[in-house]
């Protein structure tokens, strides 16, 4: 059975078809706030029947982790964050020239980078910090650039984190 989930509920409309890794299994993964929610379990394109497990777990944040979805970044610091669909945006002050390294990471999604500057898209990164791990390295001038964190087309989110850092030369 080539298996599809959905989720919905508070402003969360997800859905996945093979999220699991293997071609039929779905798997979704979201930090969700208190509340009900629907999940919906079929069939891939309503075709097909069978029998299927479904399971819920649900993991806690780590003690202090405060979790945000745009704003300032600052140099040095780690930003952690929940997306679905909609990008996080945040502002990044570079105050001298020099390499600039921006990593977003998660075990939860496929990352996905922009560095603007403006209207200008700089640079944008898919999988340059290793498997599914966005990373942009590049050189800037001062000024105030714009970072946005997305999931990869098709994924559904979920936990992530993003540090921007000066590079040694």
């Known amino acids: 059975?080539?298996?599809?989930?959905?989720?919905?509920?508070?402003g969360v409309s997800l859905s996945d078809d093979d999220g699991?890794?293997?071609?039929?299994?779905?798997?979704?993964?979201?930090?969700?706030?208190p509340g009900t929610y629907t999940v919906v379990a079929r069939a891939l394109n309503d075709t097909g029947s069978g029998l299927f497990r479904?399971?819920?777990?649900?993991?806690a944040l780590p003690?202090?982790?405060?979790?945000?979805?745009?704003?300032?970044?600052?140099l040095g610091a780690t930003v952690t964050g929940v997306i679905?669909?909609?990008p996080h945006r945040y502002q990044l002050a570079i105050a001298e020239a020099g390499p600039l390294v921006i990593d977003m990471r998660s075990d939860d999604f496929d990352t996905v980078l922009e560095?603007?500057?403006?209207?200008?898209?700089?640079?944008?990164d898919d999988d340059g910090g290793g498997d599914t791990q966005a990373r942009i390295s590049t050189d800037v001038q001062p000024g105030t650039y714009t970072v946005v964190a997305k999931v990869y087309e098709g994924g559904s989110g979920g936990l992530y984190e993003l540090t921007a850092r000066k590079s040694p030369e």
Not at 64 to 71: A, C, F, I, M, V
Not at 115 to 124: P, S
């Open 63 to 74: 003690a202090g982790t405060t979790l945000r979805g745009g704003g300032d970044l600052a």
């Open 1 to 10: 059975l080539d298996s599809s989930l959905e989720l919905q509920g508070h």
């Open 20 to 33: 699991a890794g293997n071609g039929t299994d779905s798997r979704l993964a979201a930090v969700l706030q």
């Open 115 to 124: 560095l603007r500057r403006g209207d200008e898209l700089i640079l944008e």
């Open 84 to 86: 679905s669909s909609e």
């Open 54 to 59: 479904l399971s819920a777990t649900q993991t």
